[in-house]
């Protein structure tokens, strides 16, 4: 990717019709889900771990994810206070 790139689940990976993990270095392995518009790359012991949600009309949603919880889930991924107490894009905690 370059400058003023954006990570999209069209450009994380290998052409294709599907979205594939990012390519960061060959150790790395991915495991994906997606739930609700939500996908999620993550290496298998979460040391890395992509949000990827989809946004078909190309609103800006820093607000949103900030209002709905991001925040708390920037700073709480892979710890064991993650989800306890506030679900991320969830009702605001």
């Given amino acids: 990717m370059k400058g003023g790139d954006s990570l999209s689940p069209r450009n994380v990976g290998a052409s294709g019709d599907e979205p594939s993990p990012p390519r960061l270095r ?3 392995q ?3 889900q997606t739930d609700s ?3 999620v790359y ?5 040391q890395i ?3 990827l949600k989809e946004n ?3 609103k800006i949603l820093h607000t949103v994810q900030v209002e709905r919880n991001g925040f708390i889930q920037a700073i709480l991924s892979g710890t064991k206070l993650e989800e306890r ?3 991320y894009l969830g009702e605001r905690a």
């Fill in 26 to 28: 060959p150790g790395f």
């Fill in 30 to 32: 991915f495991l994906s």
């Fill in 37 to 39: 518009g939500l996908e």
């Fill in 42 to 46: 993550s290496t298998t012991n979460r």
């Fill in 49 to 51: 771990e992509f949000l």
């Fill in 56 to 58: 078909p009309d190309h």
């Fill in 85 to 87: 107490g506030y679900e």
